[in-house]
């Protein structure tokens, strides 16, 4: 480095230009010099030229001064474009000449074009400083004299060390929080395809703040002491030495193309940076920052997951937990919960590999479970270096890992934990091969992988949210959607790339990945159908006329069935909310919304494909048998009972809801008779099933007492069935929107439900909705086309109000029809009522018969 001997430390001219040329060595030495010692050298050069001009202002003359480096310029960690920190410390009022130099000194930092951050304080200031301020005392852990009393810095650093000041429960406690705000800033991910290399998990400051835990509690100099006390494996210390030193030169880089102190990794810099970095440049450029991104994401996931088990010992240490199993709960198959951490029995219990997903499959079990137990943490990072092949060749891995995603809190922390540990990296390859993946277009917001996991997110929050009145959380159905949508969503983009032609390939993966975990033929078609045709809804509303009927007609042949319909509309969304946050808009959920209701319209007006029913009708008889035998209950009556219901019953409703209320109606004290309530926790709702003999206005009576008990009907179906029964399915909800479970209540409801079938009391008309009332409600009836030649199928839409019902079965009484099916549903504010009807000689209604029934209900209902 060249002396300062011959610079003019009068000239800013002349510093300037001595600090480019010496900025200019830097980068020729870039290559072949550890990112380390640049920094430091240029922290030295920096050192020569503050002291020099402290020198030259005769600072060093005052014998109660001090000029001190802090922060990253005491850590001697420079960049390009970093901020020069300093600490100006006195233990005596400065004379007023000697303060006109101080003055003069600073102003002359401010001209060498540098970020200066400076503080002028008395060693009692700054102590007060430091104890009221957090950051002011984590900067003065990394107090360096330059030049001056040396006693000011060491007094400051007893101070701090000593806990006058911050004790290591409070200060880790302080740095803790600091995390975690930044995570949370970031939605606690890394992978963004703009990511901030400081301040996002996996940054700089992730393990800067493991830095000041460790030299705050240990009193240790550096991460490398950690190595020393046992606190970290020599493998886990250069391999976060070496993810650090990545990002930092990644970082000089930043700093050197875009010319600022920049610490965002923006597209417009990421072409430059990778040509610096000789990733490349000129026609293999995209490819060049795809390598380098997927480098410095894998950096940052490490570092990232390092942080989190360096966390898991400070607060081990540092607060006392975790020492004391004494209290802890044996969850089984080797693993315990002590102090809210899961934790490994013995080293030995991943030679087993079903027990790695085991884990997680009891972090989604048990609501306790906050995080990984550090050293168990650590087995499963051994263990995934260790895997041979992929953890999904273990036939107990597949069938824990469909367990996880079925259970209603896998995909929360559980999944969560798989993602951020790299365990669905070892699951499947596929997933390894999109780790850290760009994404070169102007709406996605993170990595391949990232927007399949937080695709996979939103699908959970849907079900969160399912008592919001938006359209998804109508149409979606946990039971039947969610295991669908989740492999579907880790399927998706596992070409890697968007285009028709990698959708197939995507798709391929998908179905291979779906039979491999053996779900049913219909399970398996549905999910590479809706990888396959996953942009369909969106190039649709983007690219054609939703108001045009042809190409409504069009979209809905290719799409076959409502159950197909729903599925790719609840993809379609969580697509779109997981792209960024922009995407999903009151707009784009307008134009989505418009579509679903024309495609399902179109479907029902006779487009649905039969035979897919068919198959989703024999697959749920045969595995509904084979429950109910299992479960003792005779297969004879079984099909006895099932010969009298149509198959409306078994393509209406799921598996375990065919069973239950199968179940029921088998258990009824009277054969000919049965009302229940059941608790439908996959939708959080109730279920009130009624099996009796039908007479006229039946449905009526019944819709029109809940509305009087206050209950909320959200959907209903309504089964003839071939012995003159009547098989009514209604999903409700409780005046408090939740599903009911006081005995009293339900007993109250039965006992009701019971007096209206029996007829001994007359029912009385419910009221209207106030909303209702201030809103035009002429309702939209429509006749769909069916396939049977002697009956209509009806579809009246109207706003939500259950005396609608009513007027609807009065016509129908009045025009002397008779209702053979009915399935009510609500979307939003709106009902949706398709009706099975014919006339009184069994026959379809005429077109006469069509054009007046419908006039009836417009002039009833509106």
């Not at 310029?73 to 474009?81: A, S, V």
């Not at 649709?540 to 045009?548: E, K, M, V, W, Y």
């Not at 608790?679 to 099996?691: A, Q, R, T």
């Not at 809103?775 to 006749?783: I, Q, R």
Request: with cysteine; net charge negative.
């Amino acid at each position: 480095m060249n002396s300062l001997v011959n610079i003019d430390l009068s000239s800013s001219i002349a510093m300037k230009a001595y600090l480019a040329e010496q900025q200019q060595v830097f980068e020729e030495r870039f290559f072949d010099t550890p990112i380390e010692t640049l920094q430091n050298q240029r922290a030295i050069l920096f050192d020569q030229l503050l002291i020099a001009l402290w020198q030259h202002y005769q600072l060093d003359t005052i014998e109660n001064l001090s000029l001190n480096a802090v922060g990253g310029y005491g850590r001697q960690t420079l960049h390009p474009k970093s901020d020069i920190d300093i600490c100006i410390l006195f233990d005596k009022s400065i004379a007023k000449n000697h303060e006109a130099n101080l003055t003069a000194f600073l102003t002359r930092l401010w001209d060498l074009g540098v970020d200066i951050g400076h503080a002028v304080r008395s060693i009692k200031e700054n102590i007060n400083a430091a104890k009221t301020d957090i950051t002011i005392a984590t900067n003065l852990l990394d107090i360096r004299t330059l030049v001056g009393q040396p006693s000011h810095a060491k007094y400051m650093l007893e101070a701090l060390y000593n806990n006058s000041l911050w004790n290591s429960e409070k200060f880790c406690q302080h740095k803790l929080q600091e995390q975690d705000d930044r995570h949370d800033k970031a939605k606690n991910t890394a992978l963004y395809l703009e990511p901030n290399i400081k301040n996002n998990p996996g940054g700089m400051r992730d393990v800067q703040t493991i830095i000041w835990i460790a030299r705050k509690h240990y009193n240790v100099p550096d991460v490398q002491s950690l190595k020393s006390l046992g606190v970290l494996k020599s493998d886990e210390y250069y391999e976060l030495i070496e993810s650090y030193d990545f990002i930092c030169r990644i970082r000089w880089a930043l700093h050197m193309v875009s010319n600022r102190a920049e610490e965002k990794l923006l597209f417009d810099h990421q072409l430059e940076v990778a040509k610096y970095m000789k990733f490349g440049y000129g026609d293999n450029a995209q490819l060049a920052v795809e390598k380098m991104m997927r480098q410095l994401f894998r950096a940052m996931t490490r570092i990232q997951e390092l942080n989190q088990m360096m966390i898991g010992v400070f607060k081990r240490d540092v607060f006392h937990v975790n020492k004391n199993q004494s209290n802890s709960i044996d969850l089984g198959d080797g693993f315990i919960l002590a102090n809210n951490m899961i934790k490994a029995n013995f080293d030995e219990i991943f030679l087993n590999k079903a027990n790695v997903l085991q884990l997680f499959k009891l972090i989604a079990e048990y609501d306790q479970i906050k995080n990984i137990a550090p050293e168990t943490l650590r087995l499963i990072r051994q263990t995934r270096r260790r895997l041979l092949g992929e953890l999904q060749d273990y036939q107990e891995c597949r069938k824990v890992f469909i367990s996880i995603i079925k259970h209603k809190n896998g995909l929360k922390r559980a999944f969560s934990l798989m993602h951020r540990y790299g365990i669905l990296a070892a699951y499947f390859p596929q997933w390894k091969a999109i780790e850290g993946q760009m994404q070169f277009d102007m709406h996605n917001a993170y990595t391949v992988d990232e927007h399949a996991f937080k695709l996979i997110q939103c699908i959970d929050n849907f079900e969160v949210n399912k008592k919001n009145k938006n359209l998804i959380n109508s149409i979606y159905k946990p039971s039947s959607h969610k295991h669908i949508l989740v492999i579907a969503g880790l399927c998706h983009d596992l070409s890697g790339k968007q285009s028709h032609e990698t959708n197939e390939i995507s798709a391929i993966h998908a179905k291979e990945f779906a039979l491999l975990h053996q779900l049913k033929k219909s399970e398996v078609d549905l999910i590479h159908w809706i990888v396959e045709h996953q942009d369909l809804l969106v190039s649709t509303t983007q690219t054609l006329d939703i108001a045009d009927p042809e190409v409504i007609k069009k979209v809905a042949k290719q799409i076959r069935t409502e159950s197909k319909l729903n599925a790719l509309y609840c993809f379609t969304v969580a697509d779109l909310m997981a792209t960024n946050d922009e995407m999903w808009n009151e707009w784009q959920e307008s134009l989505l919304n418009d579509l679903y209701i024309s495609l399902r319209s179109a479907l029902k007006n006779g487009i649905e494909n039969v035979f897919e029913q068919r198959t989703v009708i024999r697959e749920n008889k045969t595995e509904a048998l084979a429950d109910l035998l299992a479960k003792g209950y005779d297969n004879v009556q079984v099909k006895t009972l099932w010969s009298t219901l149509p198959s409306s019953f078994f393509s209406s409703n799921q598996l375990h809801e065919i069973v239950e209320f199968t179940m029921q109606i088998l258990s009824s004290d009277s054969p000919e008779q049965a009302v229940s309530i059941s608790d439908d926790s996959n939708l959080e709702c109730s279920n009130l099933l009624v099996y009796t003999n039908d007479r006229s206005m039946l449905f009526v009576d019944i819709f029109n007492t809940l509305s009087l008990l206050k209950i909320n009907v959200k959907e209903a179906q309504l089964h003839k069935t071939k012995n003159n029964k009547v098989l009514e399915v209604i999903k409700i909800l409780d005046h408090n929107g939740e599903s009911i479970a006081d005995p009293y209540r339900i007993k109250k409801i039965i006992s009701r439900v019971e007096e209206v079938i029996s007829g001994v009391d007359v029912v009385k008309k419910p009221s209207s909705p106030r909303f209702v009332k201030n809103f035009d409600n002429t309702p939209v009836v429509e006749f769909l086309s069916t396939p049977k030649p002697n009956k209509t199928l009806l579809r009246i839409n109207a706003l939500d109000d259950p005396l609608f019902i009513e007027e609807i079965c009065n016509v129908f009484k009045h025009q002397q029809l008779t209702i053979h099916s009915a399935r009510m549903s609500t979307l939003g504010e709106s009902s949706e009522n398709v009706f099975s009807i014919s006339s009184k000689d069994n026959e379809a209604i005429s077109p006469e018969g069509k054009q007046e029934l419908a006039a009836l209900l417009i002039n009833k209902i509106a």
